[in-house]
Each structure stands twice: as structure tokens, then as C-alpha cells.
């Protein structure tokens, strides 16, 4: 049977690290938690498990996980975000393809993400396939800060894993409105490095495209009242990135 390492990063996730660890129990060979200085109760928390609590500083969330990603032992790693859980069902494929995780270089499966107390079904969050565990060798991670992305190397085979991971995203919407504005900020701030400009068009048009995609064409509408809420919430942070670069570039100037 292969051995798998399960890579954890955190900040301040004392409401949600336990669930976390809980659900990894009965897969888990190894349990690395890479902490940025939280101030709350996690490291107390992570101490009663078997885990190797590692402190590090954030350089942004891409820099930390392929960071994080080379404190596992095991060449096979299942990367978890604090407030995400192995469902039953998915820790039961895992441990059976345990027997043999040779067989792919990486694996995906359907991420679940629940919103203020409500599973959303929509909106474009599911299926919100992730790949997440994987033979850390055949890749690293990419993507946009702070939306981070594992990627294999060309001509590597990839299996998907039947079962859920369970996210818990916002417990509510204050908090939601809170991230958005944060990362909208980390998100203009990338793209402002990378000399990408402000455009009128995507400040005017991309908020209501992204609405109107999320909303009736991705049946946002179906997940009722919180639906509406997180259709009304990503149109809001198409804009937020278009003026913060905007702002960006005014101050350079």
C-alpha cells in the first residue's frame, strides 16, 4: 500500500482545523500543517493530533503550498485547505486506491461547498472539481494569486475519485464581503506586476456577464435566497479587481 502524505496550510483557522484533521484520520500516513503565525487557538488545536506543525512565513498562497508541498515525506500528497473535509465517500476511494496510487499521477474529485449554512448545488460551484492529491515530483502550483491551481506536467495521467470534499466556506456574509475585498486587492496587486492594464470595457461589462452566467445560466437561482447572494457577491468581485487595478496604475502614474 502506497503512503500518502496529507499538506495542510493555516492562519487563524482555529473554527475550522479540527474538522479537518478528523476527516483525514483513517488515510493520512503523514499530516503536515504549514502555519503562518496564527494568534488564535490553532497550533493548541493541531498539538492534540498526530501532526508536524510547521510555522512559515505567507508570501501568498501559491508560494506557501508549493513550499508546504516539500515538507511531506511521501512523494503522494492529498493537499487540504483548513476549511475543507474529506467526506465519507471520498475517504473510502482514497484508502481502496491506496492499493495502488501509482496508477495516476494525480487524482481530482468534486469539491462541495457549503455557504452560511446552506450546500449550494449551483451558481458554479458544483461540480467544483479539484486536483488535489497528486505525486508532488510531476508538479507544482500555479494559477493567480489568490486563486492558486496545482499543475502536472505535460503527459501525466490523471484519475477522478468518486465522493465529496467538503468546504465550509463563509460562515456568513459579512465575512464573505470581507475575503472578497481582500482578495480582490491580492488579485489586482498580481496582475499590476504582471503589467496587465485596466480595461472600461471589463470594469462595465465583466460584473454583468459574471452575474448573468452564474445566475440563470449556472442556475444560481435554484440555490434561493443564498444563491442570489453569491451570484450578486462574484459580480461584485469582477468589479473590485477592474477599479483597484485601475487605482494601481493612477498611483504609478
Known amino acids: 500500500m502506497s503512503k500518502l502524505s496529507v499538506v495542510i496550510i493555516t492562519f ?3 473554527k ?3 474538522r479537518c484533521l478528523d476527516s483525514v484520520q483513517n488515510i493520512a500516513d503523514e499530516i ?5 503565525f496564527s494568534k488564535d487557538r490553532t497550533k493548541e488545536i493541531c498539538e492534540k493530533y498526530p501532526v508536524r506543525f510547521i510555522e512559515h512565513p505567507f508570501d501568498g498562497h501559491i508560494e506557501q503550498k508549493n513550499w508546504a ?3 511531506a515525506t511521501y512523494d503522494y500528497v492529498l493537499s487540504l485547505d483548513a476549511d475543507e473535509a474529506v467526506s465519507t465517500k471520498l475517504e473510502e476511494s482514497i484508502q481502496k486506491q491506496k492499493n495502488n496510487l501509482e496508477a495516476a499521477d494525480g487524482y481530482y474529485f468534486n469539491r462541495f461547498t457549503n455557504y452560511c449554512g446552506k450546500w449550494i448545488r449551483h451558481c ?3 461540480p467544483d472539481r479539484k486536483l488535489r492529491l497528486w505525486n508532488r515530483q510531476k508538479g507544482k502550483w500555479g494559477g493567480e494569486n489568490p486563486h492558486d491551481r496545482f499543475e502536472l506536467n505535460e503527459g501525466t ?3 477522478f475519485l ?3 470534499l467538503l468546504h465550509y466556506s463563509f460562515y456568513s456574509i459579512e465575512q464573505h464581503m470581507e475575503t472578497i475585498n481582500k482578495f480582490s486587492s491580492i488579485s489586482a496587486g498580481f496582475r499590476f506586476r504582471k503589467g496587465l492594464k485596466f480595461s472600461i470595457f471589463k470594469m462595465f461589462f465583466s460584473p454583468l456577464w459574471k452575474f448573468f452566467t452564474s445566475y440563470f445560466i449556472k442556475g444560481g437561482f435554484r440555490d434561493g435566497f443564498y444563491g442570489y447572494v453569491i451570484c450578486r457577491n462574484s459580480a461584485h ?3 473590485l479587481k477592474q477599479v483597484k487595478l485601475y487605482q494601481l496604475w493612477k498611483e504609478k502614474k
Request: aromatic share 12%.
Open 12 to 14: 487563524n483557522e482555529e
Open 16 to 18: 475550522n482545523i479540527a
Open 32 to 36: 503536515v500543517v504549514v502555519d503562518s
Open 69 to 71: 508541498k516539500e515538507q
Open 124 to 126: 458554479g460551484w458544483y
Open 157 to 159: 495521467k490523471i484519475q
Open 162 to 164: 468518486k465522493g465529496d
Open 237 to 239: 468581485s469582477s468589479f
